[in-house]
């Protein structure tokens, strides 16, 4: 059912959003080998949505995956009728995938439900080398029929280049004040960075085969920092807006990079460059201006075809979607299961992706010193970490699990382990519950974006109104207003104090504190993200007067 959207959304005015969006940004594609069994479809997802004055709750390529058979193998139940690839009698369909806590697709997705008419572009996440153009078609059609998605088909060593070595290798880290030690071999820079067009390419080729005058094109993420520059060139009157989910770094790091003048132009395509913080704006603006010498304000950069608008956007969660999930029966069950199993324990929680930027090892160091300095503590005290597994940082895993054993060893009693750790996610009802039942959430990355898992855990704590520990590189701590118990991920003695200041804390202090996050959380909600956004666009884009030189 579509209903009429919100005349007062601030995006009235467009008659259709094109928008590239790279959600499950931090997720490894699915090997060959395994792609036609339950893959998830979204890996490098790019959207094309089309507003107009209605409401769609249609899902988006997000939330689907591809299933398939092989001939002579079972038979697979399948929830729609499957097709067959004619080329090679394999069966597949396209089905929901009923995705984990993923925080910028739960907000991206609530925020799309502005929109009624939209198309996601997207790759797919899963080898397609073996495809034949029958079965690409028809996946093509399906996605597009019924999921308003378009594919774009890249190769294996396309998405090998780009995703597996240029993002995840050079980009993320560097972008995370990490200088990887690249190149790993001669040609390593360039054979990356082929593939990181050839990929941005063939996103413009898709864009372009469905733009229509009036669209706004919004691309989204660092892996597709490349594509507004080449949208502009073929499509020199659009109105595009870029948006980076990650931390900008400062002139210094930036301009190691080899291809640093390619990245800046690309992005300098937009009419509007979105940051998280004032911090990261502030280090785009000098960075253009040092990097290529253009001219800067406050506001943006004025370029030879025009001036290109850059803003700080703090991008939230829908509340009321993380409210109906929390309020589900199952979620209620699981939080009586663990205010009985922890009774009589002081309980803190963190979740994170075990990456160096991460900062576990550095929370589980300051729990340690914790511990050591509050033997009161010690068995009384439980740390739940859920790390989420990677493809990568293996050395990290030992190092992180040196630290884990040393704790249970040295604090653990045959009745109590001090630290309660998971090398992979957990289902989204369990973390809900695990946020709910906590005494304080200890987020300690060494940099970071918003870390929309801070939200959840605000939006979750109604009823106990615990503290929240939260570094002071994290983007959200300074949206936060004040709320947050901050620390220095790297000043061990901090961290500990904080867990002693946070468990010791007074209900009326965790209560002023609670209040000044909650209101920061609802105010700075997924959907005033997007409407402040796409109202921005076109504002930047009048700006422009439309001159924009195609050749960028």
């Not at 807006?241 to 390619?262: A, Q």
């Not at 859920?386 to 045959?414: P, W």
């Not at 959907?527 to 956004?533: E, G, I, P, Q």
Request: proline fraction near 4%.
């Amino acid at each position: 059912m579509r209903e009429k959207r919100d005349q007062k959304s601030g995006a009235g005015k467009h008659n259709r959003l094109l928008r590239n969006i790279l959600l499950t940004s931090d997720d490894a594609r699915v090997p060959p080998e395994t792609s036609a069994a339950k893959s998830p479809l979204a890996n490098d997802i790019a959207t094309v949505a089309r507003e107009s004055e209605q409401q769609s709750l249609t899902d988006g390529i997000a939330g689907l995956q591809v299933c398939g058979e092989s001939p002579g193998t079972p038979a697979i139940a399948l929830p729609n009728a499957a097709a067959v690839d004619p080329s090679t009698g394999e069966r597949f369909s396209v089905e929901h995938l009923n995705v984990g806590n993923i925080g910028l697709f739960n907000a991206i997705n609530a925020s799309l439900d502005l929109f009624a008419e939209r198309v996601w572009i997207g790759e797919l996440g899963v080898s397609t080398d073996g495809w034949s153009n029958e079965r690409k078609a028809a996946v093509s059609d399906k996605l597009l029929d019924e999921f308003e998605t378009l594919p774009v088909f890249v190769t294996d060593s396309e998405f090998e280049g780009h995703y597996a070595r240029f993002c995840k290798q050079l980009i993320w880290p560097a972008f995370h004040y990490i200088m990887p030690e690249v190149p790993h071999w001669h040609g390593w820079e360039k054979s990356a960075y082929e593939a990181t067009l050839a990929t941005c390419e063939k996103f413009a080729d898709r864009i372009v085969g469905i733009y229509r005058d009036g669209d706004i094109i919004w691309v989204n993420d660092y892996h597709l920092m490349l594509l507004p520059k080449l949208l502009r060139k073929r499509l020199p009157d659009a109105r595009i807006g870029f948006f980076l989910h990650i931390p900008f770094p400062s002139s210094e790091i930036f301009r190691c990079l080899h291809v640093r003048k390619e990245l800046l132009n690309g992005m300098l395509g937009a009419d509007l460059i979105g940051l998280q913080t004032f911090s990261y704006k502030r280090h785009f603006i000098q960075t253009a201006k040092r990097v290529l010498g253009v001219e800067g304000s406050p506001s943006g950069l004025t370029l030879e075809q025009g001036h290109v608008v850059v803003g700080q956007y703090a991008m939230g969660l829908d509340p009321v979607g993380v409210e109906d999930k929390w309020s589900n029966a199952a979620v209620g069950e699981l939080i009586e299961f663990l205010k009985e199993k922890y009774a009589g324990n002081y309980l803190l929680v963190g979740r994170d992706k075990l990456d160096h930027v991460k900062g576990v090892r550095q929370k589980l160091l300051g729990y340690e010193c914790f511990l050591e300095q509050n033997p009161d503590f010690a068995t009384k005290t439980v740390l739940i970490q859920i790390a989420l597994t990677t493809d990568e940082h293996n050395e990290l895993h030992v190092q992180v699990m040196d630290v884990v054993n040393r704790i249970n060893s040295k604090f653990g009693t045959i009745e109590h382990q001090p630290v309660v750790f998971f090398h992979k996610d957990i289902p989204y009802s369990h973390y809900l519950a695990l946020l709910s039942t906590a005494d304080a959430m200890v987020i300690t990355s060494l940099r970071d974006g918003m870390n929309l898992t801070s939200h959840e855990y605000v939006l979750c704590q109604r009823e106990k109104k615990s503290p929240l520990i939260l570094s002071e590189f994290v983007g959200t701590y300074g949206s936060l207003n004040g709320g947050a118990l901050g620390v220095n991920p790297m000043d061990t003695q901090a961290i500990a104090k904080a867990i002693k200041d946070a468990l010791v804390m007074s209900s009326q202090e965790k209560l002023d504190r609670w209040n000044l996050l909650h209101r920061q959380v609802l105010t700075n909600s997924a959907t005033s993200f997007v409407s402040s956004f796409i109202s921005d666009v076109e504002d930047a884009h009048a700006e422009a007067g439309n001159k924009h030189a195609s050749g960028g």
